[in-house]
């Protein structure tokens, strides 16, 4: 079991940056692809972006939506992963969450909440204009 609690939301201009953390309890943080989700109030849950257990780019994806802008990265020695978020927007305000994916449904989509099996209890960002 993974347990999973971010923290690095706050508040930002327009054009600012952030970078979000999510640290994992648990020795087989190493064994979980992670991934980032946004919500805000009466919206679905949307996907940011995910790594594999590697910690290489390779194994990174991206929405549309912050391609360019955001990257996952992840320190498997010290069970931490992260969401740097540059050139922030006002429509990036959101509760960002952190998901840990075990790969145990793997006829579901890298890009849907049902895939992961863990999460944190999410980080506010807001980004005024």
């Known amino acids: 079991q993974v347990q999973l609690v971010e923290s690095g939301g706050g508040l930002v201009q327009a054009g600012g940056s952030l970078r979000l953390s999510c640290a994992a309890s648990?020795?087989?943080?190493?064994?979980?692809?992670m991934g980032w989700f946004r919500q805000v109030p009466g919206k679905e849950r949307e996907f940011v972006a995910r790594?594999?257990?590697?910690?290489?780019?390779?194994?990174?994806y991206y929405a549309d939506s912050v391609k360019g802008r955001f990257t996952i990265s992840r320190d498997n020695a010290k069970n931490i992963g992260y969401l740097q978020m540059n050139s922030l927007k006002p429509e990036d305000t959101a509760v960002y969450y952190c998901?840990?994916?075990?790969?145990?449904?793997?006829?579901?989509?890298?890009?849907?909440?049902?895939?992961?099996?863990?999460w944190g209890q999410g980080t506010q960002v807001t980004v005024s204009s």
């Open positions: 790594i594999g257990t590697s910690a290489s780019s390779a194994s990174t």
């Open positions: 998901a840990a994916d075990s790969s145990s449904r793997l006829w579901v989509s890298v890009t849907a909440r049902a895939r992961y099996d863990y």
């Open positions: 648990g020795r087989t943080f190493s064994s979980y692809a």
